[in-house]
């Protein structure tokens, strides 16, 4: 073993320390409000490597409006709950709206979006809206892993000071948490957390100046920190302060720009100093974002009406797609990828791979460089018997994601059986014994591999 993938090792154990940790030494438990079952299964293997059962430590969130009882139970129950979330649920409003129910309601759980598209505008309203961290479906089980570590870990000794400091400014101990800061800004004097929550024991204690100060010194260690702009666009508020106010909303906008409740209170604000044009145009932009996002609920139950059929009646999970995708026709994005690879599904169960390889190259046109869309193109191929075109895409995919096989066990058992019968053989090795180390008891995929590995051993040697 190179030293390289030695440390890479060594790191991996790590973080899979601080998740067993999380479940054994904190009483860890994951919370799903997801229908993605492919992810559901993901986290369940990644515990049964962890040696930890599955049974009470990863639940289901039926419906968002059990969330919120189902959260607080966990609490009731001295668990430590994660909340991993869906970036769209159908019927349910804006994903943002409930996670910033979730943060204003439990102030100390974790919470993971799944997006899939690293869009960077819906990547920092998640964030504005409280989110820990976001999971770009589909991911490894080796970045799931280590994403959740780095969000799970136990706070640092800077962090509990700090969170000491925002407890006692809730009790109105405004001087000791001035005090607890200046200690913290004496290891850590880039520490834009620990000014801000200086600028707000300064603030409540009435000395909005310094407050002021602390802010923008938060803000200069770290130009993409919103709070800091939050806090310096509320201080200002506050003054009576219009011009000022205004400047942090159109700083905190530039950087999270799809925030239409900001959008507004920068047109009213407009309206005030009798600039008409340009609340106008503000007004619009939220009107149209507004709808966008309406028009995206209704084609995500579309979707999920789909998704319930896909088994049973595929050619009405078909209707209902291409109605989503009719629906969204005007704003079809990276986001989409997903509701064109149902459609391919939903195709492919009925036997059209042709049709299914056609709508998959339409999505093209939104991720050229997606591994997911070449690995569909390819199953679709290999369904249709044409392994030499199926092991092209299928190379192609796993060159643009090498981890592609790690995401289940099912799919790197689906990888390997084109790589298989596409004369890709150390390919299909590799990807059976992911499927394998994945989960032990892949019957098929030990058969494959036994297969596979006659075949090359029958084959005469070179030389």
Not at 51 to 78: E, V
Not at 128 to 148: F, M
Not at 227 to 251: F, I, V
């Amino acid at each position: 073993m190179s030293f390289a993938k030695f440390q890479e090792k060594q790191k991996q154990n790590k973080q899979k320390s601080v998740l067993h940790d999380f479940f054994t030494k904190r009483s860890g438990q994951f919370l799903c409000l997801s229908e993605d079952q492919t992810f559901m299964s993901l986290l369940r293997a990644i515990l049964k490597e962890l040696a930890i059962k599955s049974t009470d430590n990863i639940i289901t969130i039926p419906s968002p409006t059990k969330a919120l009882k189902m959260i607080s139970d966990a609490f009731a129950q001295k668990r430590t709950p994660a909340l991993f979330i869906e970036n769209v649920l159908s019927g349910t409003g804006e994903t943002s709206f409930l996670i910033r129910q979730f943060r204003d309601a439990f102030p100390s759980l974790k919470i993971f979006l799944m997006i899939s598209s690293a869009d960077k505008g819906r990547i920092m309203l998640a964030y504005e809206s409280g989110v820990d961290n976001c999971l770009l479906k589909p991911i490894s089980g080796i970045d799931l892993v280590e994403k959740a570590s780095v969000t799970l870990r136990p706070p640092g000794a800077i962090r509990q000071l700090l969170d000491t400091a925002r407890s006692l400014l809730t009790r109105n101990g405004d001087s000791e948490a001035l005090k607890i800061t200046q200690k913290v800004l004496q290891v850590k004097p880039d520490s834009a957390s620990g000014y801000v929550v200086m600028g707000d024991a300064l603030r409540r204690s009435g000395d909005d100046d310094k407050a002021q100060m602390a802010y923008e010194r938060a803000s200069k260690y770290n130009e993409s920190y919103m709070e800091p702009l939050q806090k310096m666009a509320d201080l200002a508020k506050e003054q009576g302060d219009s011009t000022r106010q205004l400047e942090y909303l159109k700083r905190l906008d530039a950087l999270s720009p799809l925030n239409c409740q900001r959008k507004m209170e920068m047109a009213e604000l407009k309206m005030s100093m009798g600039d008409m044009d340009a609340a106008k145009e503000l007004f619009d932009t939220a009107l149209s974002r507004t709808y966008k996002d309406a028009v995206r609920q209704v084609a995500a139950m579309s979707e999920k009406i789909a998704t319930t059929l896909q088994d049973v009646d595929p050619v009405q999970a078909e209707k209902y797609l291409r109605k989503a995708l009719a629906l969204k026709q005007d704003d079809l994005g990276p986001d989409d990828l997903g509701t064109f690879n149902q459609l391919g599904i939903s195709l492919r169960k009925q036997g059209r791979w042709l049709d299914a390889v056609k709508e998959y190259k339409r999505a093209f046109a939104l991720a050229p460089n997606s591994d997911v869309l070449h690995y569909n193109i390819a199953m679709a191929y290999a369904e249709g018997g044409d392994f030499k075109t199926a092991n092209h895409m299928m190379l192609k995919a796993f060159s643009l994601n090498a981890g592609l096989p790690h995401s289940s066990a099912t799919i790197a058992y689906n990888m390997a059986q084109v790589f298989a019968k596409g004369y890709a053989q150390a390919k299909a090795v590799c990807c059976l014994e992911i499927a394998l180390e994945i989960r032990p008891d892949f019957s098929e995929a030990r058969a494959l591999l036994a297969q596979v590995n006659e075949m090359n051993n029958a084959a005469p040697q070179k030389g």
